[in-house]
């Protein structure tokens, strides 16, 4: 049992300045880069909740005397856990954000290095040009000099022997020949001045997108570094409060323990259903003008309701309330069971089409999940074989079944020939999280509820619930090759 005051404050104390750091981090590449360089990416549009007081020793012992008091105390507490899952989920998107734009990052240097290197060959073989034609008219000149003029063989001609017109004739094609070689020389010239121009210039944008990389690091690292800390401060409070409970409800902590994990699933399904809800309102009053349209008088049919996502393999609990009901205060006969499971979603939409450009979309799932664990890991800007940052796996995924897609979450999205809403998803298709103007993580939907992805340097490549992510940004529509 926790009951330490100065730990409290200590724990207080660590769980602000762990907001302020994220908060930070929400802020870092706001400034104005230089000419050059890549856009500094957006930030997530919520800001990170700041921890609410954790109630003290005295609080609690004071709120057992008293039911009235128990059962308030109770509802503070699991809204401090509430607001606790908010903080972890908007700092893990801060993290997922630093990642993807330190990997566009790595990208961008990747092709201004490689337009550096061959506009500075171009420019080298423009110089070997230029040597060669200036080397032909320095013999020209050479002979000119020599001869006052004239070289030998044109001397010759104008002396006489020979056919008048046939003299002139070759009189006229060696000046030609000689015409050509200056303009050819001039060409050369101003060519090898061109590319070597072209050539700097690639080159200082290769070096300022290596020096906007180096800055997307420090604030990949950061942010990571802030999410982390801020799983470890939730941690460590949710011990505490857990403890609390159990003291107010007179239960025991691994029965509280269990409770709030239900209550955390409760709202996580709480979110996505409404996520997706939202969607499907959208898309219906959206194609409602163009079933209007194509039925001329007649009123449109009803479009028919797209199936639910499938819930998560755990039972899943009943559908949030808000805001959250408060128990039965202390002491109680006995624990409070956990919330009553909800009742059974419809079935996940049809299998999808077989064919995805020569191969299936089980083909690019096998593939993905085949990189799951040792030895594939997250690398920013990663696209294998070992390596893989979001979108550098769902690129090589989908290249395993024969379908070539871009490179980045946003080009992925951009391109699909589908966007249907979250609750049509099905599997294969592709999630992600951000908005339209910046989509910062890209996942393969499974089906139940899961998709697999890379996730950031410490999850590495994995399958998680949807539902746990559904408040970081996850953008309501999905899209299918």
């Known amino acids: 049992m926790v009951s330490n005051n100065s730990f409290r404050k200590s724990l207080r104390t660590t769980l602000g300045k762990s907001a302020v750091v994220c908060a930070a981090v929400v802020m870092v590449g706001t400034a104005a880069a230089p000419a050059g360089a890549l856009p500094a990416p ?14 003290s020793a005295e609080d609690i012992a004071a709120a057992k005397s008293n039911e009235a008091a128990a059962a308030d105390q109770v509802a503070v507490i699991e809204r401090i856990l509430g607001s606790a899952s908010e903080s972890r989920q908007a700092a893990f998107a801060v993290a997922m954000q630093a990642n993807n734009a330190y990997s566009e990052a790595l990208v961008e240097l990747q092709q201004r290095s490689s337009a550096a290197a061959a506009a500075s060959a171009r420019a080298a073989t423009a110089q070997e040009q230029q040597d060669k034609t200036r080397r032909q008219v320095g013999q020209l000149a050479g002979d000119l000099y020599r001869n006052g003029g004239l070289n030998p063989t044109l001397g010759t001609l104008a002396s006489g022997g020979g056919e008048t017109l046939q003299q002139a004739a070759t009189l006229q094609a060696l000046s030609a020949g000689r015409s050509r070689a200056f303009e050819a020389a001039d060409a050369a010239a101003e060519a090898t001045r061109s590319l070597t121009a072209a050539a700097e210039e690639a080159t200082k944008a290769a070096d300022e997108a290596a020096r906007t990389a180096e800055t997307r690091k420090s604030q990949a690292d950061e942010a990571n570094a802030a999410s982390a800390k801020a799983v470890a401060d939730a941690k460590a409070q949710r011990t505490v409060l857990v403890d609390q409970l159990a003291q107010l409800r007179n239960t025991t902590v691994a029965l509280e323990s269990a409770r709030v994990d239900a209550l955390d699933r409760q709202r996580e399904e709480a979110g996505l259903t409404a996520l997706a809800a939202a969607a499907e309102k959208a898309a219906a009053e959206a194609a409602a003008p163009e079933q209007r ?3 001329g008088d007649r009123p449109a049919a009803a479009a028919p309701a797209a199936p639910a996502l499938p819930a998560p393999a755990a039972p899943p609990p009943a559908a949030a309330p808000a805001p959250v009901p408060v128990p039965p205060a202390a002491p109680a006969p006995a624990p409070a069971p956990a919330p009553a499971p909800a009742p059974a979603v419809p079935a996940p939409a049809p299998a999808p089409a077989p064919s995805l450009g020569g191969g299936t979309y089980e083909a690019a799932i096998s593939a993905a999940l085949a990189k799951v664990g040792a030895p594939y890991y997250y690398q920013w800007g990663g696209t294998g074989p070992y390596g893989f940052d979001c979108s550098g796996l769902v690129q090589a995924a989908f290249a395993a079944a024969g379908k070539n897609l871009p490179r980045t979450a946003g080009q992925q999205y951009a391109s699909a020939s589908t966007h249907v809403p979250l609750s049509q998803a099905r599997r294969g298709d592709l999630l992600v999280w951000g908005s339209p103007s910046n989509f910062y993580h890209v996942a393969i939907y499974l089906g139940n509820g899961q998709v697999v992805h890379a996730l950031n340097p410490q999850e590495g490549i994995g399958v998680t619930q949807l539902s746990a ?13």
Not at 42 to 55: D, G, H, L, M, N
């Open 42 to 55: 957006q930030r997530p549009s919520f800001s990170i909740p700041a921890s609410p007081e954790v109630p």
């Open 293 to 295: 349209t194509t039925a």
């Open 469 to 481: 992510m559904a408040g970081m940004q996850l953008y309501p529509y999905a899209a299918r090759y």
